[in-house]
C-alpha cells in the first residue's frame, strides 16, 4: 500500500501548510467517506461545511478557505485545489495492466504493418495492412485497427476499439473501451425503385494530439474527406460525431451529447450532456451549450445556449420564469 506523509504530499503540490497531522496518508476519498489517514479536498467554498464532519486527516484546498483545520488535521494551501487534487490522484493511481510480453502471441499482425518502438500489444489484438503504430502506444487486448490506418506516439487504446480504415490518431491520446472511429457515416437517399440507398462513405478520421475519447463513443468517417478532431479535444462516454463535423482544438463533449452531419466546432466549444447539434451547423469559438439543449443554428462565439430549441442562456431563464409564473397563476384559479 502507497503512503505518505503531509510533507512528501506537499513536495509535489508546492502549497503551504496550515495545521499539521502525525498521521501517514494512504489514500484519497471524498470528504463525506474519508477516514482518518486519508486525503481529501475541497474545491468549492459551499463544501466547507462537510469538513467538520469529515474524518478526513487532510484537505487540500483554495487560497481563500474560509475555515481551520482542527486538532491534528491540515489542509494544503493551493491556487487551485481541484488541479492539485489530479496530481494527488497520480501519486496513489494503481498500476496499469500487466503486459508479460511486449506484443502477444495471439495478436494478429499484418507483415506490412510498422510497429515502432516500445510499443506494447495485447492478446486478441488485430493489426492490418499498413498500420503503423507510433514509438510506446499500447494497445491493449482485443483491439482492432484496420488498413492503413495511424496511431501516433504514447497513445493507449483500450480494449474492445475498433480503428478502422484509413484512421489516423494523433501523439498522446487515450480512446477508451469499445469505441468506434471510422465508422460510416449516417448517409441515406430515398429511391422510388430501392427504397433507400446507402451513401458510399469514403473519407476518415483524423484526430489530433493529446485527444481523449471515451468508452462507447463513435466518430464517424467522412462521406468525401475527413471528420477531424483538433488536438486537446476531450470526449465523453456515448458521444456520437457525426460524419464531416470539423471540432476546434480543446473542445469538450460531455455524456449522450450527440453532433449530425457537418458540424463545425470553433476553439474551445463545450457541449452539455444529452446536448444534440443539427446538421451543418456551425458553433463559434468558447461558446457552451448546456446539457439536454438542442441547437438548430448557428452560435456565434462566446455565448452560452440552453433549451430546446437553444436560446442565449438568459433569454431561456426569463422564458422558464415567465412559464413557472404562469403554471403557478393557473393553478391558482
Given at each position: ?183 460510416d457515416g449516417f448517409g441515406f437517399r430515398p429511391d422510388p425503385q430501392r427504397g433507400l440507398v446507402k451513401i458510399p462513405q469514403i473519407g476518415n478520421v483524423i484526430i489530433g494530439n493529446n485527444v481523449e475519447i471515451g468508452a462507447n463513443s463513435c466518430i464517424d ?113
Amino acid at each position: 500500500m502507497k503512503s505518505y506523509s503531509i510533507h512528501e504530499i506537499n513536495e509535489i503540490l508546492k502549497g503551504v501548510i496550515v495545521g499539521n497531522t502525525f498521521h501517514n496518508i494512504t489514500a484519497p476519498e471524498q470528504l463525506e467517506v474519508a477516514n482518518e489517514s486519508e486525503i481529501s479536498f475541497i474545491g468549492n467554498k459551499k463544501y466547507e461545511k462537510l469538513w467538520a464532519t469529515s474524518a478526513a486527516c487532510v484537505a487540500v484546498v483554495n487560497e481563500d478557505i474560509s475555515i481551520e483545520p482542527g486538532e491534528n488535521r491540515a489542509f494544503i494551501k493551493v491556487k487551485n485545489a481541484d488541479l492539485a487534487m489530479s496530481q494527488v490522484l497520480e501519486m496513489f493511481a494503481p498500476p496499469t495492466p500487466i503486459f508479460r510480453t511486449e506484443i502477444h502471441s495471439t495478436a494478429v499482425i499484418d507483415e506490412s504493418a510498422t510497429i515502432c518502438n516500445g510499443v506494447r500489444i495485447g492478446a486478441g489484438c488485430y493489426i492490418g495492412p499498413k498500420v503503423i503504430v507510433g514509438d510506446n502506444s499500447t494497445i491493449y487486448p482485443n483491439v482492432t485497427i484496420l488498413d492503413e490506418s495511424t496511431i501516433g506516439k504514447n497513445s493507449v487504446i483500450w480494449s474492445g476499439t475498433v480503428i478502422r480504415e484509413r484512421c489516423q490518431i494523433g501523439n498522446d491520446c487515450i480512446i477508451h473501451p469499445n469505441a468506434t472511429i471510422g465508422a460510416d457515416g449516417f448517409g441515406f437517399r430515398p429511391d422510388p425503385q430501392r427504397g433507400l440507398v446507402k451513401i458510399p462513405q469514403i473519407g476518415n478520421v483524423i484526430i489530433g494530439n493529446n485527444v481523449e475519447i471515451g468508452a462507447n463513443s463513435c466518430i464517424d468517417r467522412g462521406k468525401f474527406s475527413s471528420t477531424v478532431l483538433g488536438d486537446g479535444c476531450k470526449i465523453d462516454n456515448l458521444v456520437q460525431i457525426g460524419h464531416n463535423s470539423k471540432l476546434g482544438m480543446f473542445c469538450i463533449m460531455a455524456g449522450n451529447s450527440g453532433l449530425a452531419g457537418s458540424v463545425t466546432l470553433g476553439n474551445g466549444v463545450i457541449i452539455g450532456g444529452s446536448a444534440s447539434i443539427k446538421d451543418h451547423t456551425s458553433i463559434g469559438d468558447g461558446a457552451i451549450v448546456g446539457a439536454g439543449s438542442g441547437v438548430t443554428g448557428d452560435i456565434e462565439a462566446g455565448k452560452t445556449m440552453l433549451g430546446y430549441p437553444a436560446v442565449e442562456a438568459r433569454d431561456a431563464l426569463k422564458q422558464w420564469a415567465i412559464l413557472k409564473r404562469l403554471v403557478n397563476e393557473s393553478k391558482k384559479k
